[in-house]
């Protein structure tokens, strides 16, 4: 069975956030620690994986990636605080 994730990354510092969808977690955030991935990404070198979620159907996880980046910083870290309260890089996790 498929599965879809969204995901926040962020830089060494934790000061930028960004949030994708994707169907292959571990193969996206791969390509973007290696700057596969032009743009923001690569621009503000978000490599650190601090947060996720899993769904079984693509539209509900567009759905909410949309959610979340219409949503202020302040929600954001409120979400990561939950799931990842110290920041850790949760890619070897996955």
Do not use: C
């Not at 959610?67 to 996955?94: C, H, T, V």
């Amino acid at each position: 069975m498929k599965q879809f994730y969204i995901y926040i990354l962020t830089n060494k510092n934790n000061r930028v956030l960004y949030t994708g969808v994707t169907s292959d977690l571990k193969r996206r955030i791969y390509e973007h620690r290696e700057k596969f991935v032009e743009g923001f990404s690569k621009k503000y070198n978000t490599n650190k994986l601090i947060y996720y979620e899993v769904f079984e159907d693509v539209e509900p996880a567009i759905a909410r990636e949309n959610q979340i980046k219409a949503g202020s910083r302040a929600k954001k870290i409120a979400l990561i605080m939950e799931f990842n309260p110290e920041w850790n890089d949760l890619y070897e996790e996955i």
